[in-house]
């Protein structure tokens, strides 16, 4: 069976799909089409969600992003922060993993992530060239059957969202009972947290329109929508404004590190 159709579900009635003439998905309850374009199914209807800010800066500045992983500086720090993540996913079974924000798919092809969710078509183009399977849709409405993932991930995301509660409910949702969700962001009480608050009041264009969290902040939405907090990993310890050093990641939490990651579980008893 195709991987959409064993995927995704219809968002208006929550129905199956079916595949037409490899071109679209259409759902079997409401007749709702969805249009597939390269491979990549397209759930919100480009109208809807092009003029968003957040989604707009990712797909007009998609080269600037994507090259600042291979740049002198975000090169070492992309290193720091994928040698985090791996840490924090020690025991842990990547299983059926999807990545929400999956933009161009370095941190999903480094950590061997097989789907990705994001609304901005440009980077998906990209995450595609990447071996990820992608499905063009937001957070907040996932077109995804439920509890159908082992592992799912935000990473460098949450500061993009229009509303991360309702986000997570949406990969509890789509998690299978057990399943973990790692969550890596920028933590706005630490020093790195301030640098880039001081960036988007500068009006820099992806900060611009981010919303940072503390790891309080963080914690406190994942337990109002059922999550167990399972593991935290600490990385970026050194300063925003110096030479980017490659650093060992620490397990647990230390307030000024720059780069925080959250395990938490799904767990229904
Ligand atoms: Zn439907």
Redesign the pocket.
Known sequence: MNWMTKLLR?I??K?DLVLMERRKLK?V??G?IYPIREDIPIIMPEKDVEELENVKVFNELVDRYDSWFVSEKGSILFKNEVRALQIALKGIKLGQSMEIGVGTGMFAKELGIGYGLDPAWQPLLLAKKRGIKVVQGIAEEMPFKNEIFDTEFLIVTICFLENPIKALKEAYRTLRNGGYLIIGFVDKESPWGQFYLEKKRKGHPFYRVAKFYSILDINRMLKRTGFSIRKMVSALLQKPTAKPVTEEPVSGLVREAGFKIVIAQKSVV
Request: hydrophobic content about 0%; overall charge positive; charged content about 40%.
């Open positions: 219809c208006k009635c129905g759902c309850k409401c709702k």
